[in-house]
């Protein structure tokens, strides 16, 4: 489904010549301070050195305080190598490009293999795709391709669009064998049809639009990625489909920061971090998209969890626990087996009974709402609970973190009445902000979405609850745009997607008022006159999910969680054995305080450090003669460097106020 940090810094090493840590090379980015929330910046001036600029983002006005590792240009100083992508909302030109480009791929593979068959290829976020019927492409074959691609760009051929019948759009698509084209023709309703041509050799029924000819590309800033099965239409009862993935700018200059941007997201992947700092894994002998959390990624799901919960509560939320199966009959009720099927397991027999593992919370959360008469006086009723789920996911589609089969939502839902909703929304908006504020996300993308053509509930509850949502945006003044028409079938709803520190968006949180469920259960409550009415019920998520949201944050940070929530908060060293028991006694003192720390051993001081650092421990704490005789620690932090030498008692506390603060040490 919002950069936390500014422009990044110039990058800085720490030598820390003549102390007992060894001298260093290794540069490393500066920690940057995210004292609240600052102005909103230019666009063009607030994302790291080599990602796109967005449209929609919004700088909130206050947060906790917090710091974090800045995000720092994979090379040289950050704002001299500063290469703004534009996007194809932002550029025209280069959604014509891309466009484009799929049409000359096409042409240029049918060449080379003149039994393909053509499918679809449209421009994408970050360049362009095509399928195709056909044999299985290798690398060899994809620089073939290019090569080609580079021989119709330089011809320079124009691109005609011409308007035909559809008997005639027929015919020349059967006289080209072209049986997918038939398909896609008679999915269009509208006509005339539309017919692109490439000079006077290829042609492909497109709406466009295209640059005017194919000479405006430039073969330089196109590059051909990867090949990837795709099935037709996206059933996997269809045919296997060959789908080759490029990429395309206004620039060569454009293009090399795209590759570098593509650089520093491969170093920051999860699924690679995950591994390396021993945090998550998925088990082939349990099976795909089923996540199994080490010791390091479970004591961070904890202080999530932990953060979570007792933030709610200070909200006035009641915390609920509730069971992962239930009777088939409930999503019947619900509506899940008519319009969710697809993404639900099989039911299981139990001694006669059809029963369900659950793919949402809500029947639950109302069921507990039904438990007992409700008063208007009652109102609102806030309930949220870390429910796991469980949705049928195709095994191609799984995704590390960010696609799973199994998954524990960060649910809540609000009962209240009409004239509560603007409030309780506005509420929930305050919420989030306090909760991914404390991750550094500050800039968000916002979108109201208003209703669609089918949907349940009266026009009045409806422009009601769409005006309370609207009111609520302006209350909290986020910037936000207007999806006329995008809402769920059972009410509006706000989405809201974080930008990370390579300024990419994540959909995270989401607020939908829904009309649909307290029908489908016939809850209500006794208003003043004594008379039974229906409440208002809005689903809310602010993490969306652990698993993803932990996902984010690996690559978010690169891993280098803020020393509040690293999982490994020290590392206490020992210049030889003698220190051993010293420091196996200064990490007891600091486990006893709730500090996470753990000693290490049996290799020299600087294979220690070493160590450490690729880990990516916030702190190292070394013990030498000097240290034990006067009680004491040296200290070392991964980000600023030799802090100094101080008593434990002092590193304790310290540290301790650096955690209650979420800052550094």
Known sequence: MAAPSASAPLLRSHPHRGSLFPSSPRHRPAAASLLGFPPRRPASSRRFPYTAVRSSYTASPSAPVEEAPAAAAPTGDAEEERVVLPTNESSETL??????????????????FPNSKVTIGPWIENGFYYDFDMETLTDKDLKRIKKEMDRIIRQNLPLVREEVSREEAQKRIEALNEPYKLEILESIKEEPITIYHIGEEWWDLCAGPHVESTGKINRKAVELESVAGAYWRGDEKNQMLQRIYGTAWENEDQLKAYINFKEEAKRRDHRRLGQDLDLFS????????????????????????????????????????????????????????????????????????????????????????KRKLHSYRDFPIRVAELGTVYRYELSGSLHGLFRVRGFTQDDAHIFCLEDQIKDE???????????LGQFGFRYYEINLSTRPEKSVGTDDIWEKATIALKNALDDKGWEYKVDEGGGAFYGPK????????????????????????PERFDITYVDSNSEKKRPIMIHRAILGSLERFFGVLIEHYAGDFPLWL???????L?????????CNEVASELKSRGLRVEVCHGERLPKLIRNAETQKVPLMAVAGRKEVQ?????????????????AVDEFITRLQLAVANKSSL
């Open 282 to 369: 998925i088990q082939d002998d349990a099976g795909g998209g089923l996540v199994f959390w080490h010791p390091k990624g479970a004591i961070i799901r904890h202080i999530l969890e932990d953060s979570w919960k007792q933030i709610h509560l200070q909200h006035g939320y009641d915390l609920l626990y509730t069971p992962h199966v239930a009777k088939g009959d409930l999503w019947k009720i619900s509506g899940h087996i008519d319009f969710y099927k697809e993404n639900m397991y099989n039911q299981m027999d139990v001694e006669d009974e059809m029963y369900q593992l659950r793919p949402m919370n809500c029947p639950y959360h109302i069921l507990v709402y």
């Open 494 to 517: 706000i989405d809201l997607k974080i930008e990370d520190a390579l300024g990419r968006k994540w959909q995270c949180s989401t607020v939908q008022v829904d009309f649909n469920l």
């Open 425 to 435: 929304i506005r509420g929930v908006l305050d919420l989030t902000e306090k909760i």
């Open 630 to 646: 006067a009680r004491t620690l040296t200290i070392r932090s991964r980000h600023n460097g030799e802090i100094g030498t101080m």
């Open 95 to 112: 959604l014509r490009i891309r466009h484009t480009c799929a049409h000359v791929m096409a042409m240029a593979v049918q060449k080379l």
């Open 574 to 582: 020992p210049v030889t054995d003698n220190e051993l028991q010293y």
């Open 566 to 572: 690293a999982p490994t908060q020290a590392r206490i």
